[in-house]
């Protein structure tokens, strides 16, 4: 069946960087693409951005440009959402979840990832 | 980018209820609209996919309509397991979007 598992919680000072992975399985890693969505404290879901896993796009949430990066590694069939310059509104659950091509929705969800930013 | 309000923002309702949920688009969105269930602590999980379609595993009593600005998520007959927040997303344009969420609780 398909899963996909995330890295574990993590806590960075303001101003570090932090590196989120998602290791999907139980499907053909480069057929799907991985979108990255968070959520703060009590608060609704995020969208940040996605890569498409077959040709490398990527495409960013405008607020997030510049802070951002998403990868993936087909040799490990793993993807990275990697974010800099961590502020302390950064603290959230950060979720990777499977998007099918064309349609766009995520039909399958990590578990999340707590990252923790404070000083 | 697109904004997505949904309404309401909570709701209370007893089992058995129907219960419908409303999310508008800022512009035209054709039938790019999905909707997730999220419980607490837990992943969200797709429900409807392209305004209507029901996903795979998930009970008939949740069903879905709409297209251009102004769509809909209805619960035929409220089960206690369906108690939980409930998000809209759009997929028309290149940066997707959620709506902030309906929780629907116990009255």
């Known amino acids: 069946q398909v899963q996909l598992v995330q890295s574990g919680a993590e806590v960075r000072k303001p101003g570090a960087s932090v590196k989120v992975s998602c290791k999907p399985s139980?499907?053909?890693?480069?057929?799907?693409?991985i979108s990255w969505v968070r959520q703060a404290p009590g608060q609704g879901l995020e969208w940040m951005g996605w890569?498409?896993?077959?040709?490398?796009?990527?495409n960013y949430a405008q607020k997030l440009r510049g802070r951002v990066t998403m990868s993936a590694d087909t040799s490990t069939s793993t993807a990275y959402m990697e974010l800099r310059s961590l502020r302390s509104d950064d603290t959230a659950v950060y979720y990777c979840?499977?998007?099918?091509?064309?349609?766009?929705?995520?039909?399958?969800w990590g578990r999340g990832t707590l990252v923790t930013v404070s000083s | 980018d697109i904004q997505m309000t949904q309404s309401p923002s909570s709701l209370s309702a007893s089992v058995g209820d129907r219960v419908t949920i409303t999310c508008r688009a800022s512009q035209s969105i054709s039938r790019d609209l999905n909707w997730y269930q999220q419980k607490p602590g837990i992943a969200p999980k797709l429900l409807i996919y392209a305004a209507s379609n029901l996903q795979s595993g998930v009970p008939s009593r949740f069903s879905g309509s709409g297209s251009g600005t102004d769509f809909t998520l209805t619960i035929s007959s409220l089960q206690p397991e369906d108690f939980a927040t409930y998000f809209c997303q759009q997929s028309y344009s290149t940066l997707w979007t959620f709506g902030q969420g309906t929780k629907v609780e116990i009255k």
């Open positions: 979840a499977r998007v099918l091509g064309a349609t766009y929705y995520f039909d399958y």
């Open positions: 890569i498409s896993v077959y040709n490398g796009k990527t």
């Open positions: 139980g499907y053909s890693f480069s057929s799907y693409g």
